[in-house]
């Protein structure tokens, strides 16, 4: 198959995978700065996921879509930028299911059109550098009833909502840890939901310690502290009771979600008995963070941090030649932070002069994002040790709890497995139980599975991306354009 190529020959060709805010940043910085550019993204649209949205390029966003975003006007000049810019290509709907090493560089493997289209054209690229700003999905811990209809992530509570104006549900009830959880309550009640509460997982003494620590050193952020500030407000306004210090436990219904068993939590997350309260609901939205998109990033050898980010130094360089990385796939730390990076990943992929006046302010703006990185993961992190064994979460799970939704396989069959085969590696278990085997590959599971086991690491080798039709990965043995 030969390499697919773009503008003029000679100069560095930098291929970004990603068009949210790391990306689209990522894509003007490397034209500027004199390189040609291509930027696939996987989704209709750019923007990613804090721009999400149903318009086409050209087409204006309703008054209503409008109150739903945030820093529209940013997005506005970011995407004129790229699309403008003559030595940048833009392709939209372009899958890159694969990543391989070579000693002359990456190579990535990419399917245009729409998903799961039997018709998809298969491209390769060969570029000299190779930044990937692929984001993160959302975390959710599994409890009993996680997998009925009505139970959805938090994330795509709000994706729905931004991208078709429709709300989950009637009567719903948000939950899990971290800031995200205001603006998805928000958009809820924007779009005509009832939000009957935020139940934020981390207490009220664990939110201090992380957020006011030191709040003079959270100047350079004023930014997203008023974004969240206007979150709350909406709350008031929508009389959103925020509740901290508690969890939904359970989901129960028959056939969909009818209501929630709601607990307080001790500060490991275990469950405090005697405070169980049931809610009616029609829709419950839960994300406990994120967790990054790592397939490409471990296909092409970079090094991953303990925390299970992309580890890069100050100029966004991976420890693979010829791989940048920026935005969630590297942190999370927000809108500002993937700014930033990308800027300052593109600019270096495209060998911009890292002393320049714009490398060294984007240096700054990052420094600052990166304190309020560090307070969310201090203030709603997910606690790793409990009193007894392992995170007080796992209390919330029964024996008969689905961890694997794909393959369905439970909390007691995890463990029995790890037993019977006397091993807790997660590979084993993976093998011996079939976790992380379906069609998502372990992407919401991996991180529960290895929790319960109490094992060390991960399951983030996915050699196939994404899922790929056997026919398209035939035609991608073909020759392509
Ligand atoms: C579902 C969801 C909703 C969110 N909504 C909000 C919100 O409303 N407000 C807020 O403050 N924060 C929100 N966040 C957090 C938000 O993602 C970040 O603050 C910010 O968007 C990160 O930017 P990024 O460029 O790193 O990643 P993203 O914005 O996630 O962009 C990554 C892009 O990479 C593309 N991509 C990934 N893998 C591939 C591949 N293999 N091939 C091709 N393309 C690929 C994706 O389609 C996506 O467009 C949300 C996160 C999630 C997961």
Known sequence: MTPHSIGRPGRRHVVVVGAGPAGLSAARAAAEAGARVTVLDASHATGGQYWRHAAGPHEQLTDEE?????????????????????????????????????????????????????GRVPLTFSPDAVVLATGAHDRTLPFPGWELPGVTTAGAAQALAKADGVAVGSRVLVAGAGPFLLPVAATLAAVGATVLGVHEASRAGALARGWLDRPWRL????GKLLELAGYAAGHVRHRIPYRVGEAVVAAHGHGRVE?????????????????????????VCVSHGFTPRLELAVALGTAITTERFVDVDVRQRTSSPHVWAAGETTGIAGVDAALAEGWLAGHDAAGGAPDERRARTAVRRRAATHEVARRMAAAHGIPVQGAGSGPGWLRWLTDD?????????????????????????????KLTSRAGLGICQGRMCSAAVTAILGAPGALESRPVAAPVRLGDLARAAGPSA
């Open 259 to 283: 209501a929630v068993t709601i607990s307080r939590l001790d500060p490991t997350w275990a469950p405090i008995a005697g405070t169980e309260r049931v809610v009616e609901v029609d829709a």
């Open 66 to 118: 409008l109150r739903l975003q945030h820093g529209w006007d940013t997005y506005c000049v970011l995407d004129a930028a790229v699309r403008s810019h003559p030595a940048v290509e833009l392709v939209t709907r372009a899958q890159v299911w694969a990543a391989e090493r070579h000693d002359d560089g990456p190579r990535l493997h990419v399917l245009v059109g729409e998903p799961d289209d039997a």
């Open 219 to 222: 100047a350079g952020t004023s």
């Open 401 to 429: 709890t689905v961890v694997c939704r794909c393959e369905e396989v439970t909390a007691g069959r995890l463990r029995d497995t790890a037993a019977v085969t006397c091993s807790t590696d997660p590979v084993s278990v």
